[in-house]
Nanobody, 119 residues
Framework: QVQLVESGGGSVPTGGSLSLSCVAS????????MSWFRRSEGAQRRELVA??????SAVYGQSMEDRFTISRDDATVKLDMTALKPEDTAVYYC??????????????WGQGTQVTVSS
């Protein structure tokens, strides 16, 4: 089984910064992809960015912001967010895809962490 524990969310004023962290544990295999998503109130969950375990380049979703930066160290992935805006208010989720084969993966989700940006 795989567990993801997210932390770092909170409430900040416009222009503030937050650093989200997600730590994966359990059977995460040797090849996996860790991603960040967010879901604003009333909207669908949208992918921000993904990073594989082999140190390759990040893959950016359409919702990714230039103000956000992903980094990864083994089983920990971080999302550094700067110049936050009220529209960044959302629940941020971490996901890991554990690749069983080249084309098949098991996905696991974190519980989500709330980010609130006040105007």
């Amino acid at each position: 089984q795989v567990q993801l524990v997210e932390s770092g969310g909170g409430s900040v004023p416009t222009g503030g910064s937050l650093s989200l962290s997600c730590v994966a544990s359990g059977n995460i295999g040797t090849t996996n992809t860790m991603s960040w998503f967010r879901r604003s109130e009333g909207a669908q969950r949208r992918e921000l960015v993904a990073l594989m375990s082999n140190g390759g380049s990040a893959v950016y979703g359409q919702s990714m912001e230039d103000r956000f930066t992903i980094s990864r160290d083994d089983a920990t992935v971080k999302l550094d967010m700067t110049a936050l805006k009220p529209e960044d208010t959302a629940v941020y989720y971490c996901k890991i895809d554990v690749w069983a084969t080249h084309w098949s993966a098991h996905e696991f989700w974190g519980q989500g962490t709330q980010v609130t940006v006040s105007s």
